[in-house]
């Protein structure tokens, strides 16, 4: 993750359906992205375009280390 954002990877880039890889990272588990992520400026209140439903990356994880990491983002970025 790290060398695809030091090569210009949009840290907010969103695929067909909306998601980030924020989105992906917090879906997964994946603490270390998670806060690579929000180091490099993705948007922690990013919603995915899937339908009628707005998710937040924070709504599609169950860790809860991540969910800690994302509720302290954003209340940051309030």
Do not use: C, W, Y
Not at 56 to 77: H, Q, R
Request: positive net charge.
């Amino acid at each position: 993750m790290r060398i695809i954002l030091d090569l210009g990877a949009d840290v907010n880039g969103q695929d067909l359906k909306g998601t980030t890889p924020l989105h992906r990272a917090a879906r997964r588990g994946f603490v270390d992205d998670v806060r690579l992520l929000i180091d490099r400026g993705a948007n922690v209140n990013a919603t995915d375009g899937f339908g009628s439903l707005k998710i937040k990356p924070i709504d599609l994880t169950k860790n809860t280390e991540v969910k800690e990491i994302l509720k302290g983002a954003m209340g940051k970025s309030l």
